[in-house]
C-alpha cells in the first residue's frame, strides 16, 4: 500500500462532474464566459470564483453558508467512495482530499468518510455568513502538482509513496507526483495518458485492487 492517497473530488470521491456547477444547476444558471475566461488565462482563480458568486448573486443576493450548503447536501458520493476510503484505511494509508472544488462539500465528504486531510477551495463571508464575493483558493486549479508536494513534504511522504486518483486534466500534475496515478472516468485521452491505470465502470471500489498492487 502507498502511505499517502490523494484524491480528486468532483467527479471522484462525488458524483457530479463540478461542486460549482452544481450550485448554478440549482440556480438554473451557468458560468460559461467565466469558464472561457479562466481557460483562456484571462482571469486567475480568485476572479473566477468571484465570477460564480456573481452568476449566484443574481438569483440569491443574501446568499450564505448556510444556503451553499443546503444545495450540496444533495450531491452523491461516487459509488464505492465508502468501500475504497474504509479499505485504504484498514491498509494503514492516509487519504486526502485535493480538490479545486467547494471545501464546504470537501470537508462533508472528508467527515462522512473519515478522509484526514482535506484541500479545497472557499468563501469569504461577513459576520453572518454571507458570501462576500471574494474566494479562498487553497488548490489553485492547474497547480495541483505543487499543492499535493506541499503535503508529501508536511507529511514526510516521498512521490514514491504516493498514489493519486482523478478524472481531468488538472489531475495530471497529482499524477506526476505519486508513484501510481489512477484515472478514475477519466474525461478524455490525455488523462488517459498520463495515468499508471484507468477505471472505466462507475465504481470507486475498483480503484483498491490496483493499490492492492501498489508494490507489485
Known sequence: MPKLVALDMDGTLVDVESSWAAVHAHFGDHNADGLRRFLANEIDDEEFIRTD???????????????IDRILDRVPLMPGARTLIEGLHRRGAWTA????????????????????????????????GRLTGEGIVRVPIHAKEQVLADLQRRL????????????????????????????????DEEVR?????????????????????FLD
Open 53 to 67: 458568486v456573481r452568476v449566484w448573486w443574481k438569483h440569491s443576493p443574501e446568499i450564505s453558508l448556510a444556503e
Open 97 to 128: 482530499i485535493v480538490s479545486g472544488g467547494i471545501d464546504r462539500l470537501a470537508e462533508r465528504v472528508g467527515r462522512e468518510l473519515g478522509i484526514e486531510r482535506v484541500l479545497a477551495n472557499g468563501f469569504r463571508t461577513t459576520a453572518d
Open 156 to 187: 514526510g511522504v516521498t512521490p514514491a509513496e504516493t498514489a493519486s486518483v482523478g478524472n481531468s486534466e488538472i489531475d495530471v500534475g497529482m499524477f506526476r507526483r505519486s508513484r501510481i496515478g489512477i484515472a478514475f472516468l477519466p474525461e
Open 193 to 213: 495518458r498520463a495515468a499508471t491505470s484507468v477505471v472505466t465502470d462507475r465504481d470507486l471500489g475498483e480503484v483498491l485492487p490496483l493499490l492492492d498492487a
